[in-house]
């Protein structure tokens, strides 16, 4: 059965998860975080990209960011992928793929779950039960975003910074959406989509063309 084509669309922020080849662990030291970040930034710049949140588990990453050529998205987990490839093979004395074959994305054309979305990558710290507060897992975007450091990888998407007309009102009204908790269905609707590869918040895709993602 053809696998479903890959929703893409220019501008519209996109969701990836890149999973350890059969889930094992990618990151082992911190020095390992710290090189993928590095490279990650040098690919950013390369592909055309915007990153807005992100966070890095032990065996898989997430991405939310938007691009502004349809090949964006292959270029930046090419080269990242096989980057971080070569640097965990050589350092471990291993061979063999690090990575999933193919990542997974979904489109986040409703303005409704961008945030939402964004909130649910900076979270996964806390769900998977590494920390109780998501400012206190360094390998995600939330310092960032929550103005508690500069992050030099972000660049903040205009629904963001409709959050306040300054920002010390956006760092306030953003760190208040995390009071509020994501519900159990939309966490199972964000991974549905990126399952499924189609957008947060549409019905599942038949397998075949894409349509555009109208906004």
């Known amino acids: 059965m053809p696998r479903c084509a890959r929703l893409v669309q220019e501008h519209v922020p996109l969701h990836i998860i890149q999973r350890g080849n059969n889930r094992q662990t990618c990151f082992h030291r911190d020095e390992d975080y710290v090189a993928y970040l590095n490279w990650l930034g040098e690919y950013v710049q390369a592909s055309g990209c915007a990153v807005h949140a992100y966070v890095l588990m032990t065996n898989h990453v997430h991405l939310l960011a938007s691009f502004n050529d349809v090949t964006g998205p292959a270029t930046l987990m090419k080269g990242i992928g096989q980057r971080y490839g070569q640097y965990f093979n050589w350092w471990y004395e291993r061979s063999g793929t690090v990575w999933e074959g193919r990542y ?13 979305c964004q909130r649910y990558i900076e979270l996964n710290p806390v769900r998977a039960g590494i920390v109780s507060k998501p400012e206190d897992y360094r390998w995600s975007s939330f310092r960032g975003n929550a103005g508690i450091r500069k992050d030099a990888l972000l660049t903040m998407h205009g629904l963001y ?18 009071n509020e908790r994501l519900e159990p269905c939309v966490i199972e609707e964000i991974r549905r989509a990126s399952r499924a590869n189609h957008a947060i918040g549409a019905p599942p895709r038949k397998r075949g063309r894409p349509t555009k993602i109208q906004l």
Not at 107 to 112: A, I, K
Not at 161 to 178: C, P, Q
């Open 104 to 116: 997974r994305s979904s489109p986040v054309g409703d303005e409704r779950y961008f945030l939402t």
């Open 161 to 178: 910074e409709r959050l306040g007309t300054d920002e010390n009102d956006r760092r306030t009204a953003y760190l208040a959406l995390f």
